[in-house]
Nanobody, 119 residues
Framework: QVQLVESGGGLVQAGGSLRLSCAAS????????MGWYRQAPGKQRELVARIFRSGFTTYADSMKGRCTISRDNAKNTVYLQMNSLKPEDTAVYYCNVNMQGGLGTFDLWGQGTQVTVSS
């Protein structure tokens, strides 16, 4: 069973950068995709970026050109490099693993890491 541990959040000024890390402690043999979601107060949780098993990546429109998702298979770790951060990027960022089960897909979630961007 997979357990996800996020790190790398913190407080930065607008225009700054952060790199988030998510380490999977168990097997991700059946992983379809890994990604990052975020949820700000009063808003729905939204997708930030995903990387599929093939290596194909997708990004939210608001993040295009400002972030890069990558994966280190040897370390079972996914990263999210965020640059040119804006106050509206402030949110709790959650690591997600989408797994293939016998009856369909299901999601595993980390506990979240706070990202706060000041103006």
């Amino acid at each position: 069973q997979v357990q996800l541990v996020e790190s790398g959040g913190g407080l930065v000024q607008a225009g700054g950068s952060l790199r988030l890390s998510c380490a999977a402690s168990g097997s991700i043999f059946s992983m379809n995709a890994m990604g990052w979601y975020r949820q700000a107060p009063g808003k729905q949780r939204e997708l930030v970026a995903r990387i599929f098993r093939s290596g194909f990546t997708t990004y939210a429109d608001s993040m295009k050109g400002r972030c890069t998702i990558s994966r280190d298979n040897a370390k079972n770790t996914v990263y999210l490099q965020m640059n040119s951060l804006k106050p509206e990027d402030t949110a709790v960022y959650y690591c997600n693993v989408n797994m293939q089960g016998g009856l369909g897909t299901f999601d595993l979630w980390g506990q979240g890491t706070q990202v706060t961007v000041s103006s």
